[in-house]
């Protein structure tokens, strides 16, 4: 089979990527398509699904004809998808109206009624103890239904995008287990869908529209369809296995499918996503969820909404020195900055960072909180606020990883993709204040590597996504980290832990003033 690949597919925020690889992980090639976001109103966010099915054709007959694969020599094909962008679609597979977008959060008022529903389904909120998010299903479901009735009448299914996607190409209607799980509050533990929540916030006719085949990762859905095969360029029949979230794609990528392993995921924001064997439950961190990735296993998640899009903040505003040096050197402004700031011991001199310019995901779960700077003295220098906002960065990490091993999780090691694998101090650093090693992969894009895991697993190459794992996902090298500099941070990580809930209600003053006037 040293001739055979499998295709993943994977539909990002903004663009659409196919890469080819072959049955040991290897990346052959990888092609991008782009296309547009709308923001009809604030708050609001859409996307039409004709220009994702166009750019699937663009990116697709590209990586073929860049890898000179023939169709015939794909085994599998494997998807993934932002999650929770819904579609609405006719009983003829045509779309009703633009996707709502997964960033979307028109149904505040409809996730606000969580709060009052004494679901079991709330565990998934931190135990119960957290705020829904509008982004998720149910209430953007609720909204359509509300504000747009005669598209939810119309509506025969109302899909997460993965599913879209699964019928585009095979012509079957399916729900994947780890949107369900993850983003619609099914849980196998307690009877699959909880009619009642969905009863309460709004919403409890719209099991018609959900698709009765709830299926796992890695499952073969059916051959792809001769229309789907003719658009693309690829064979017909070739098995499409079913696949996940584009986040839960990149923890499979990273071979993260058994417990005690922490996918930790880097960019504009940080996820934290993992496996457990028990359905540990608890404040500050969302799940566990029921066979969200393994079949019965369960998931964890956590998360940051503002790492990387901080330092660009920084660098974009604070930094206009560093990047014409950059440029005239000809090196990475990032490099250069940390150059900058790598004599700095730890704590920063006294300057700690709270990085919730955009909000707090975990453990907070506040749209309200706001970034702080505090410590600051007339010996600190721009390279002093540079590197406290990457400690600030990692101290986030390290909390979110605190409060779920408080819960009972155990971590014993992060497998890290994206944007901070480029800079190892910052994963050194990230290591040094979580006390946690940190593995780094062969093949950095994980998502389409864990798309291309699940297509491996629906031909049949490999029984389940752990022997896919353990012949695709290969370490590159394990970051430990520094036992002195780790009892170090300790100190600076238990002030920046218990600085926002001392300042939570200024900053909720704050924020309620400055948008009152909006």
């Given amino acids: 089979m040293d001739d055979t690949y499998v295709l993943g597919i994977d539909y990002g925020t903004e663009s659409c990527r196919v890469a080819l690889f072959d049955l040991a992980g290897r990346p052959l090639t990888f092609a991008a398509t782009p296309y547009p976001t709308t923001h009809p109103r604030a708050g609001w966010a859409e996307q039409n699904p004709d220009d994702w099915w166009q750019a699937l ?38 779309e009703l109206r633009p996707a709502i977008m997964w960033m979307d959060v028109r149904a505040t008022e409809q996730a606000a009624r969580a709060a009052s529903s004494t679901s079991v389904a709330r565990r998934y909120n931190g135990g119960g103890t957290a705020p829904a998010t509008a982004e998720w299903y149910p209430f953007k479901a609720a909204w359509l239904r509300e504000r747009e009735p005669e598209t939810y009448r119309r509506a025969r299914y109302l899909l997460d995008a993965p599913d879209w996607l699964t019928h585009k190409l095979t012509g079957e209607w399916t729900v994947n287990i780890n949107s369900a799980a993850l ?35 890695g499952v073969p859905v059916a051959g792809l369809s001769a229309d789907a095969a003719e658009w693309l ?23 993260v499918v058994t417990p005690g392993r ?34 019965g296993q369960y998931t964890i998640e956590a998360g940051q909404a503002s790492t990387g899009s901080v ?29 900058r700031a790598a004599g700095i011991r730890p704590g920063c001199d006294g300057l700690i960072v709270n990085e919730y310019f955009q909000g707090n ?4 779960t506040d749209s309200r909180a706001r970034g702080m700077f505090w410590g600051l003295s007339l010996a600190h220098t721009p390279a002093h606020l540079y590197r406290a906002i990457q400690e600030g960065i990692c101290f986030g990490t390290a909390h979110n990883l605190g409060v779920m091993e408080e819960a009972g999780v155990r971590v014993d090691e992060l497998v890290a993709c994206g944007g901070f694998t480029k800079s190892r101090s910052l994963m050194q650093l990230h290591a040094d204040i979580a006390g946690k090693p940190i593995t780094l992969t062969e093949v950095g894009d994980a998502v389409a590597l864990g798309a291309a895991m699940v297509a491996a697993v629906g031909a049949g190459v490999y029984g389940d996504l752990q022997q896919a794992a353990a012949a695709m996902v290969h370490d590159r090298e394990t970051i430990a980290p520094d036992p002195d500099r780790h009892e170090e941070y300790a100190y600076y990580l ?5 600085a926002y809930p001392r300042m939570a209600d200024l900053n909720h003053q704050l924020v309620e003033h400055e948008t009152s006037s909006y």
């Fill in 262 to 295: 922490m996918a930790l995921i880097t960019g504009s924001s940080h996820v934290l996503t993992g496996q457990t064997d028990r359905p540990a439950s608890g404040r500050g961190f969302f799940g566990a969820y029921t066979d969200g990735v393994v079949p």
């Fill in 311 to 339: 330092l660009k903040w920084f660098k974009d505003g604070f930094a206009p020195d560093a990047a014409a040096e950059a440029e005239r050197r000809g090196v990475s402004v990032y490099d250069l900055l940390n150059d």
């Fill in 57 to 94: 054709r663009v990116s697709a007959r590209r990586a073929l004809a860049a890898s000179g694969v023939r169709p015939e020599q794909i085994v599998g094909i494997g998807s993934d998808a932002t999650t929770m962008t819904v579609v609405a679609m006719d009983a003829d597979g045509r």
């Fill in 183 to 217: 983003r619609m509050y099914y849980d196998r533990d307690h009877g699959g869908w909880p009619t009642d929540f969905y009863e309460h916030v709004g919403c409890g006719d719209v099991f018609d529209k959900i698709p009765d085949r709830v299926v796992a990762l």
């Fill in 361 to 364: 995901r975990t453990p907070y």
């Fill in 494 to 498: 238990g002030l920046y832990r218990s």
């Fill in 233 to 255: 360029g690829l064979r017909a029949g070739t098995p499409v296995a079913q696949g996940p979230a584009d986040a839960w794609a990149g923890q499979i990528g990273l071979g």
